[in-house]
């Protein structure tokens, strides 16, 4: 480590992002600047406010409170992509100034699968750590998070096509990543294999975020709605199994179904993303959630009807509230 500290940009500072922003910063060796924009007034004036059932109530400051990258005006060691995951090729060419080329880590925080992908086009020479996030946080006001008690990061190291095992520096990158969450007393599973639970995520988030956001019920409205509900939901998740396990990702079966039935069932009655998407006008993360999935059923030919169903309405609505987005700019 050298002595200006570790630098960390964290790109995306919604409910997620300012959550690990939180976590990241209690290191004293990191230097924490933050890309925000809907919210960036507030956090510059005011900080971020964290109100977390885990960690307590806390307030603090980033380093740096940043519109875009580039204004930062240097390469970062950690550039930790918290964003919403809708235009990934996009994200990776406005990264491109504060990512030194072989020696800064790419963290991926973000829903879905085949989001490393772009990043790896991009910066084919960058360790690429990529994780399955379970921390449920909600940003009530601009700049202030409620988290709740639910809080896990499922991390590991992304092998691109060809590649078999890890290289020591990768370990290592992983490594001095891993001990600012635990600096953080942030909980987390280091595994293998990142993308069985890459996908065991978009399993989970291919019935209840399309599904909330469709009918505008929370999880648990919807299961007791008819009694249809709880054989579709099952439906898309097996699906979604099918997919995962055609294309060789070790370790999904059927009975995570059974699993995920019996979590949902014991929550509270919960609000996906893509539905606070539907009531704020914004856009979703359509294609990493669904539109993978369903692209790659294509290509190795298996059938998904159910998810073919879910993907084409959430395309309309997202169309939808893109065009209107677009009249109100105009």
């Not at 639910?150 to 590991?156: N, P, V």
């Not at 996906?272 to 993360?285: F, I, L, P, Q, R």
């Amino acid at each position: 480590m050298d002595e200006r500290g570790i630098e960390v940009l964290l790109y995306g500072v919604g409910a997620i992002g300012s959550f690990y922003a939180y976590i990241l910063q209690k290191s004293n060796n990191v230097r924490l600047s933050v890309v925000a924009r809907s919210n960036h007034e507030a956090i510059r004036s005011n900080g971020i406010l964290i109100k977390s059932e885990n960690h307590g109530e806390h307030l603090f400051r980033p380093m740096h409170v940043l519109r875009k990258p580039n204004e930062a005006g240097h390469t970062f060691d950690f550039v930790v992509c918290c964003n919403k995951a809708t235009d990934l090729e996009g994200t990776a060419k406005e990264l491109a100034d504060v990512v030194e080329d072989e020696k800064t880590v790419i963290v991926i925080l973000q829903n879905g699968v085949g989001n490393e992908d772009p990043f790896h086009r991009a910066f084919p020479g960058n360790t690429i750590l990529s994780a399955a996030v379970w921390t449920r946080s909600t940003q009530y006001a601009p700049g202030t998070i409620r988290q709740e008690s639910a809080e896990g990061t499922d991390i590991g190291i992304y092998l691109p096509p060809g590649s078999v095992t890890w290289t020591p520096t990768q370990q290592d990158d992983l490594t001095r990543f891993i001990v600012l969450l635990e600096y953080g007393k942030s909980p987390f599973t280091v595994y293998d294999n990142i993308q069985t639970q890459r996908w065991k995520k978009v399993i989970w988030n291919c019935a209840w975020n399309p599904l909330t956001a469709l009918t505008a019920c929370t999880t648990q409205e919807w299961l007791t709605s008819s009694d249809l509900a709880v054989s579709l939901s099952r439906r898309v998740m097996n699906e979604a199994i099918d997919v995962a396990r055609a294309a060789g990702v070790p370790g999904i079966e059927h009975d995570l179904v059974d699993e995920f039935m019996e979590k949902i069932n014991i929550l509270p009655g919960l609000y996906a993303s893509m539905y606070y998407d539907t009531v704020n006008g914004s856009s979703m993360e359509v294609e990493v959630i669904l539109g993978t999935p369903v692209r790659k059923a294509r290509e190795l030919g298996v059938s998904t009807p159910t998810l073919d169903i879910l993907y084409a309405m959430v395309k309309a609505v997202d169309m939808r509230m893109k065009i209107v987005r677009n009249s109100i700019d105009a």
